[in-house]
């Protein structure tokens, strides 16, 4: 029986970690991790919904079930495949390649930021010259902005000004930009960047740190504190999943995350039924309440790293399922990820329009959903289309393969 | 109930024309039911059952933004609407509603005044409706919280009754406006100061994905406005009759 710590890593960490020059294993190339795949796109989907109003299939989101939510396991997996590719990157080229590499790749992320924000523009102009209704005289205010045009455009330029659901572009471009540091350091001491990483948080929560927003308050997603799931991630994937596999495969961290996720879930009962509100104790309440997803609560931390242990001890990384055409969709997704996520926040951004104009009822609603997610995945299959036969081109010709399409990021 | 073969003939009469017609009328009484959840809480109104149990006086402040009115016809707001059912449920009290419009201040800004207002009007209770300009503003939520509890602290130690009235369902600003982190924000203050939230967004959310609102609706006139401040004011009479324990047939 393979160990947990194969089904991380993958079949050749033991090799790779008998040449031990640098102090960072890598598995090895050309296998996918097609469980990264599935969850991230899992994720994709699941962000998808929750941007949605909520209707039938919110129910299935993992939000309404614990603590943490399609976020955590997003940013995590982009820590972990982002630290795979480019800390291969770093390991074969030197630390000036892989930082030019995901520079490029911030690039994108950026790029793809300001599309969606000229999506959300046209959205807000529309709204604010069709709809005067005196009932909502008040929320009209948020039109001030289109008053200033000038400066609101060169703020969200700046990443301050972010319209509701399009914080986790700026969250994921501020974490890519501190890669080439996080992988440094990991090459140096995994274990003592990994520490960092939590001193950072910790200091996040005793100092307060944040980066502040326009026009008032904060980043949503405070990067202070999210980076300890991208850092998690990237340490993860650079062998510290190995060293852990002594503590996942134990049967004492499974029944403490049972317990917990089981916790969570009775917590999380409480806030969709009001009636059951008196089951929980008041002190409990004080010291709990709020859970804050700004600063990537403790609770919310936990909960992921239940979700993830008890996962990977059940899904093993060789489940012939993973090949089934049934997940193929939601693996394509996964792989293209970047893609496929400003996808899904304009299409969540088209589904509000297409609700509010037909006024649909429960039925349009659970349309909208499904047809977002296929159009979700057949954007997927045609970019993976579209990049296997460019990949085919590229060998005729010679060219060097590059690190997105090992899924970077 | 003063009224009561006349109700029940006015209700057969209303359920026949529903009856009858195939489709609701957009001028026919609304029909806006509430579930019975978010019209009781666990908090209480003490000051509220002893003034109308013991002087037969109900003086009601509503603090809010412009959410609390309609633009050019205010007696249909919800206030006035508040008073009105009021009235007709506890004929024996004298209620009297009054408003200030606090508009475009954020909580912590309304916070600092509320004392001032309170001395003036002497209210038994003050409903507070907040949370909407700070969500435009996006103005940070823990300092949103602070400015609430100060608020609620500040009316708590004056010896008023408290009610907190949290934002608007708006399914057409959903994308622009978050209101998430100010609804859970409010919340905590109420839990944490024993004192009753008006759930105000979950009751607007519920009739509209009952259908009995079309809250998207791009009309220009005040007429939607005026049927949910109706339903609102009716809802929130019987949410503070409920929650002062109050019995409307005692009072009779």
Same mark, same amino acid.
């Given at each position: 029986?393979s160990s947990i710590a194969d089904q991380i890593a993958g079949p050749s960490a033991s090799d790779a970690a008998a040449t031990s020059a640098p102090a960072i294993t890598l598995p090895a190339a050309g296998e ?52 795979f590719?480019?800390g291969r990157?770093?390991l074969e ?93 990991m090459k140096?001491r995994p274990d ?45 994937a650079l062998g510290g999943a190995v060293r852990m596999s002594a ?163 | ?136 503003? /996006?103005?940070? &939520? #823990? ?10 602290? @500040? %009316?708590? =130690?004056?010896?008023? *009754? ?56 791009? /009309?220009?006139? &005040? #007429? ?10 009716? @809802? %929130?009479? =019987?949410?503070?009759? *409920? ?10």
């Amino acid at each position: 029986m393979s160990s947990i710590a194969d089904q991380i890593a993958g079949p050749s960490a033991s090799d790779a970690a008998a040449t031990s020059a640098p102090a960072i294993t890598l598995p090895a190339a050309g296998e996918r991790e097609l469980r990264l795949d599935l969850f991230r796109g899992l994720a994709l989907w699941l962000i998808f919904i929750d941007h949605l109003p909520a209707n039938i299939l919110t129910w299935f989101t993992i939000r309404n079930y614990g603590f943490s939510d399609a976020t955590e396991i997003f940013i995590f997996i982009s820590g972990y495949t982002a630290a795979f590719v480019y800390g291969r990157a770093m390991l074969e080229s030197g630390f000036v390649i892989a930082t030019a590499r995901i520079m490029r790749r911030v690039w994108q992320i950026y790029v793809a930021h300001v599309f969606l924000f000229t999506i959300f523009l046209a959205e807000i102009s529309y709204v604010a010259t069709n709809f005067n209704n005196p009932l909502y005289t008040e929320e009209m205010g948020i039109m001030d902005f289109l008053k200033q045009p000038d400066v609101t455009i060169i703020q969200a330029l700046l990443l301050r000004f972010r319209p509701v659901n399009m914080d986790v572009l700026p969250l994921y471009i501020v974490l890519m930009l501190f890669l080439p540091i996080i992988l440094w350091l990991m090459k140096w001491r995994p274990d003592v960047s990994l520490g960092l990483s939590v001193a950072l948080y910790a200091a996040t929560w005793q100092f307060d740190l944040y980066l502040s927003a326009y026009p008032n308050g904060t980043w949503f997603f405070n990067p202070f504190a999210w980076q300890l799931l991208f850092t998690f991630g990237a340490w993860c994937a650079l062998g510290g999943a190995v060293r852990m596999s002594a503590i996942l495969s134990s049967p004492i961290t499974m029944w403490i995350c049972f317990a917990y996720l089981l916790a969570a879930f009775f917590v999380t009962l409480t806030w969709h039924l009001p009636q059951l509100n008196f089951l929980m104790p008041k002190h409990l309440e004080q010291w709990m309440y709020p859970i804050s997803k700004t600063d990537l609560d403790v609770l919310r931390f936990a909960h992921f790293l239940a979700l993830a242990a008890i996962t990977v001890r059940f899904l093993r990384k060789d489940w012939p399922g993973l090949k089934s055409p049934w997940l193929r969709p939601l693996i394509l997704c996964g792989q293209h990820s970047l893609e496929i996520f400003c996808l899904g926040v304009f299409l969540a951004f088209a589904g509000h329009f297409v609700l509010a104009e037909t006024s649909g009822g429960a039925g349009m609603h659970f349309l909208i959903s499904v047809v977002g997610i296929l159009i979700m995945s057949g954007m997927a299959w045609v970019i993976s289309w579209y990049k296997n036969s460019a990949d085919k081109n590229a060998k005729k010709k010679g060219a060097v393969g590059n690190a997105d399409m090992a899924g970077g990021g | 109930m003063k009224s009561n073969p006349v109700m029940i003939l006015g209700l057969t009469l209303i359920a026949g024309l529903l009856a009858a017609a195939p489709v609701r009328a957009e001028d026919a009484p609304a029909n806006c039911e509430v579930p019975a959840y978010l019209l009781t809480s666990e908090s209480k109104l003490p000051k509220v059952e002893t003034a109308v149990a013991g002087d037969r006086r109900l003086e009601i402040l509503v603090v809010g933004s412009r959410s609390s009115s309609i633009p050019s016809s205010e007696a249909s707001a919800y206030p006035g609407r508040l008073q009105a059912m009021l009235k007709e449920a506890l004929p024996k009290v004298a209620v009297n509603v009054s408003v200030e419009l606090q508009v475009k201040k954020t909580a912590e800004e309304v916070a600092g005044g509320l004392v001032k207002l309170a001395e003036l009007k002497k209210p038994t209770l003050v409903i507070w409706q907040t949370g909407t300009y700070d969500a435009i503003r /996006s103005i940070d &939520p #823990d300092d949103f919280r602070a400015g609430v509890e100060d608020g609620v602290a @500040a %009316l708590q =130690k004056a010896g008023t *009754d408290v009610i907190l009235m949290n934002l608007q369902y708006s399914p057409r600003t959903e994308t622009m406006i978050s209101a998430p982190p100010y609804l859970d924000n409010m919340r905590v203050v109420a839990q944490q100061h024993d004192i009753p939230l008006f759930d105000r967004f979950a009751m607007m959310r519920h009739w509209s994905d009952a259908g009995d609102f079309d809250l998207s609706s791009t /009309s220009h006139g &005040p #007429d939607l406005a005026k049927r949910v401040h109706d339903c609102l004011g009716r @809802a %929130l009479s =019987k949410f503070v009759i *409920d929650a002062a324990h109050v019995n409307p047939a005692q009072q009779n």
